[in-house]
């Protein structure tokens, strides 16, 4: 099993940037593919980006437009998102999910394609 603990959220300005944590225990994420996803308020949950196993490979939700990277640190089992150029569009709760451990690299962007999330961390953009 894989526990998933999403830190970093808060509130911050349009234009801010911010830098959210998925900190994982009970087991190593190194070959685990890792994806953000988040929900905003009265909205469905949306895909917002992913990284494989490897940590080289990557994909982004086309609204990302390139402000965000996910970035993953098998030493300290934990996965980043760094968001910059915030707006208030971007207000949301913030999950990380993981797959199932496996050595084929992926890029997976549906939710029933992960096994294990977080809680969630809470972003608010101000304008």
């Known amino acids: 099993q894989v526990q998933l603990v999403e830190s970093g959220g808060g509130l911050v300005q349009a234009g801010d940037s911010l830098t959210l944590s998925c900190a994982a225990s009970?087991?190593?994420?190194?070959?685990?593919?890792v994806g953000w996803f988040r929900q905003k308020p009265g909205k469905e949950r949306e895909f917002v980006g992913t990284?494989?196993?490897?940590?080289?490979?990557?994909y982004y939700a086309d609204f990302v437009l390139g402000r965000f990277t996910i970035s993953k640190d098998d030493a300290r089992n934990t996965v980043y998102l760094q968001m910059n150029s915030l707006t208030p569009e971007d207000t949301a709760v913030y999950y990380c999910?993981?797959?199932?451990?496996?050595?084929?690299?992926?890029?997976?962007?549906?939710?029933?394609?992960?096994?294990?999330w977080g809680q969630g961390t809470q972003v608010t953009v101000s304008s």
């Open positions: 999910a993981a797959e199932e451990g496996s050595s084929i690299v992926t890029l997976k962007t549906r939710e029933s394609e992960y096994a294990y």
């Open positions: 990284i494989a196993w490897t940590g080289r490979d990557t």
């Open positions: 009970g087991r190593s994420i190194k070959y685990h593919g």
